[in-house]
């Protein structure tokens, strides 16, 4: 028996096998093949648009599958089929953090929030969504689809669009001004609802969202080891934060201890000099691919 395993095609792409890499599987694309081999016998990939995977889903097509929460939103609009939600996966193509589908308007439009766009003319990839965001404020707009560039429509094609966006650099380069948050979105491992009902698939798909979650939340921290006489232990432990409590355990000179903890990266660079100057002796920083919590 085979899990079916649908990986994002497109943006996302880069950044989910990178995370498949972190949890400890790896993924090898060939620009000539829809099929990806993985060094799991129990997995069968193909690789799926992010905007069409949650049909592909629902449709016992694949298994499981990777797609943004936008993109599940517009395919439950689209056709009431919804699939199931097995793990939030905070990650995006240029980050870990979560993605934002905005409401933009040119620099020097004289709109300045939604309610004024009454009968515009809206463009967007995310035509169902965007639709629902408008009627439920009563504003009545033509939500066109857009097949991309969607930034470079406004003023000439759209009064407005929707777009995705990590930092809005790509708005702000083409002269566009944000008013409005439709949709925040992130990457979701979801699942085939008759997959669910197999024990088998059930429990692949379980643990494959366990390490998917633990190389995320290894994501921006590391490890640190270090060496100390018992006497500035406490002094020590007060500098270090950790997730639960620093591991300390007994040398073989009972005066002495060694001090195992999980510390943000950010941190670190500030960090070793204090236990340096606290008495910390061998100070070893390393990296980590998974903490499970």
């Known amino acids: 028996m085979k899990l079916k395993l649908g990986i994002p095609k497109g943006s996302l792409q880069d950044s989910t096998l990178q995370l498949f890499n972190r949890a400890g599987f790896n993924i090898y694309v060939s620009s000539r093949s829809y099929f990806p081999t993985i060094d799991d016998p129990e997995i069968e990939c193909t690789l799926i648009r992010a905007q069409e995977m949650a049909r592909y889903v629902a449709a016992d097509a694949v298994d499981a599958g990777l797609t943004g929460q936008d993109w599940i939103a517009e395919h439950l609009a689209a056709t009431g089929e919804n699939v199931v939600a097995i793990a939030d996966l905070i990650y995006s193509k240029q980050s870990f953090r979560k993605v934002r589908w905005v409401l933009a308007v040119p620099e020097d439009s004289p709109y300045q929030k939604p309610e004024e766009l009454e009968g515009t003319t809206i463009a967007t990839e995310l035509v169902r969504v965007t639709e629902s965001y ?141 236990l340096k100057a606290t008495g910390g002796k061998g100070i070893v920083e390393y990296p980590l691919n998974k903490i499970v919590l």
């Open 134 to 274: 408008f009627t439920k404020r009563g504003v009545n707009v033509n939500v066109e689809f857009s097949w991309g560039a969607t930034e470079v429509k406004p003023p000439q094609l759209a009064d407005a669009i929707v777009e995705a966006t990590e930092t809005g650099s790509t708005l702000q380069a083409n002269h566009l001004r944000i008013i409005d948050t439709v949709l925040e979105s992130n990457p979701q491992l979801i699942a085939n609802k008759e997959a669910l009902k197999n024990k088998w698939k059930k429990k692949k798909i379980d643990n494959i969202a366990l390490l998917l979650q633990a190389g995320i939340e290894a994501q921006g921290h590391v490890g640190l080891m270090l060496n100390a006489e018992r006497k500035n232990l406490n002094k020590l432990l007060t500098l270090l934060p950790a997730l639960q409590r620093p591991t300390v355990s007994a040398l073989s000179d009972d005066g002495w201890v060694s001090i195992t903890t999980i510390v943000e990266k950010g941190s670190v660079r500030e960090l070793i000099p204090k």
